[in-house]
């Protein structure tokens, strides 16, 4: 994948990260804020299709632009094919693995299952 | 109105001995330039002081050096205008070091080598019929400030990026390819796009603009990167008119 389109992706993913994070936190403003930390309310919040929905959404979003940013950190810091390469393939192993982890989470929570 | 200053030099050969500070005391005049003052040191009081210039006038690009810590052309910069009595010549920064102030521009040269620094273009304009092309003054000013660069790697020593990603084109390299992406003659844009789309490409510039700070001839390499940046995200669309190909006598 060509080096624009993966900014392409990077710029898109943090618009979207920020809009999502908006959402999310005025989906939290609809019950007073230390109800909305109670373990049933933020179980509950799994449970709404529409919040879970945005939360993985955030989830997405948040990994690949975090990952990503961490790359190009990675790769300025250093340079060599080796490193580069391993780099890369460990930030979107990372990725790939949080994004599992993370949505297993949503889908136990909002299936009614521990967590 | 004469006063003495004191030049700090930084003085180091590489793998002969370790990098450290001589101090001369140098005469200075409202017209002393830091060259100057740097020649006077070396006439009068230490032979052996490496220093690289030639045109004194700021068109040649040669004796780019840090001066009180910021990238400066020592022929272009009055010591008066520093205003200070102590004045720290140390080697360009992002350049590795040949002998005291002499820097090594393989690097920098070869950056801008890769960006074919040339118009491509199958209608060569020199042919037996000695033809040329005709540009607008708008086309014209597409890429002109950027063509004012004299390569003096000023911008390359300020650059935070290359001081880290040695593989980063810099900035002067960038804003070259985007003098030759934005010249209506060239027929290479998209060849130009597939060299700096890349990992240490266009994309690692973090626009911290300092290369445009320190550019001795007005040239504003960071526009050029952002402008690159603008086409290859689809912001910009570059709707290249083909330059009028005139025969000289046609023109007569």
């Given at each position: ?38 373990y ?37 810091w ?8 391993g ?15 993370g ?13 | ?13 590489p ?16 017209w ?44 272009y ?42 118009i ?38 300020s ?29 290479a ?24 700070k ?39």
């Amino acid at each position: 994948m060509r080096e624009s389109a993966i900014m392409n992706i990077h710029y898109i993913t943090g618009l979207a990260a920020i809009v999502l994070v908006g959402i999310h936190v005025m989906f939290r403003l609809i019950v007073p804020y230390g109800a909305s930390l109670e373990y049933e309310n933020v179980i509950a919040n799994y449970q709404n299709l529409p919040y879970a929905i945005v939360l993985e959404l955030i989830l997405v979003t948040v990994a690949i632009h975090g990952f990503n940013g961490l790359r190009i950190v990675l790769i300025e810091w250093r340079q060599g094919d080796s490193w580069e390469k391993g780099v890369k393939w460990a930030c979107v192993a990372a990725a790939i693995a949080i994004i599992a982890y993370g949505s297993r989470t949503i889908l136990l929570a909002s299936m009614g299952g521990a967590i | 109105m004469t006063k003495n200053i004191k030049l700090r030099m930084y003085r180091h050969i590489p793998g002969k001995d370790s990098p450290h500070y001589d101090t001369f005391e140098v005469p200075a005049e409202r017209w002393t330039t830091v060259l100057d003052a740097l020649l006077y040191a070396k006439a009068y009081n230490d032979h052996s002081i490496a220093v690289r210039y030639s045109c004194r006038m700021a068109s040649c690009g040669s004796c780019g050096m840090m001066i009180n810590g910021i990238p400066r052309l020592a022929c272009y910069t009055k010591i008066y205008e520093l205003d200070t009595d102590t004045i720290t010549c140390q080697p360009l920064s992002n350049f590795p070091i040949i002998r005291d102030l002499a820097t090594d521009f393989s690097t920098f040269f070869q950056h801008h080598k890769d960006m074919k620094p040339y118009i491509v273009n199958d209608l060569d304009d020199i042919d037996e019929k000695a033809r040329e092309f005709l540009q607008s003054p708008k086309e014209l000013e597409e890429f002109l400030q950027f063509s004012y660069c004299i390569k003096c790697g000023l911008c390359y020593a300020s650059c935070p990026v290359v001081a880290t990603d040695k593989k980063f084109p810099g900035p002067q390299a960038l804003a070259q390819m985007y003098r030759y992406f934005a010249d209506n003659r060239d027929q290479a844009a998209d060849e130009r796009l597939k060299i700096v789309d890349d990992r240490h490409g266009v994309w690692r510039c973090h626009f911290a603009g300092s290369c445009s700070k320190v550019c001795p001839k007005g040239v504003d390499p960071a526009l050029g990167i952002q402008l690159l940046r603008g086409y290859m995200m689809g912001f910009a669309k570059k709707e290249k008119k083909e330059p009028i190909l005139f025969a000289k006598e046609t023109v007569a």
